[in-house]
């Protein structure tokens, strides 16, 4: 009897268990959140998003606040996508 219990326990629970997969909302949710946070970074420096150049004459803060949207996007890319989402 514990023998068939001890069977049946992994099983019902790989039955339970749904497969998963990350989309394409959460990626475009996670892009927005990068995108609010940039524009609020950029009118903390006193300018407007996407209206500055980047370039090396461009304020140290606007240059952070472009280095912060890389690095947010990218984290959107390796793990929004690859999230599991129902």
Not at 3 to 32: E, H, M, N
Not at 48 to 76: D, E, H, Q, R
Request: with cysteine; charged share 0%.
């Amino acid at each position: 009897m514990k023998a068939t219990a001890f069977l049946l326990v992994p099983f019902a629970l790989l039955t339970v268990v749904r497969p998963v997969s990350g989309g394409l909302i959460a990626y475009g949710v996670c892009q927005t959140g990068c995108n609010a946070l940039a524009v609020a970074c950029y009118g903390a420096a006193g300018a407007t998003f996407g209206t500055v150049v980047a370039s090396a004459l461009a304020p140290a803060a606007i240059l952070a606040c472009n280095a912060g949207l890389g690095t947010c996007s990218s984290a959107c890319a390796t793990v929004a996508l690859l999230a599991p989402t129902p």
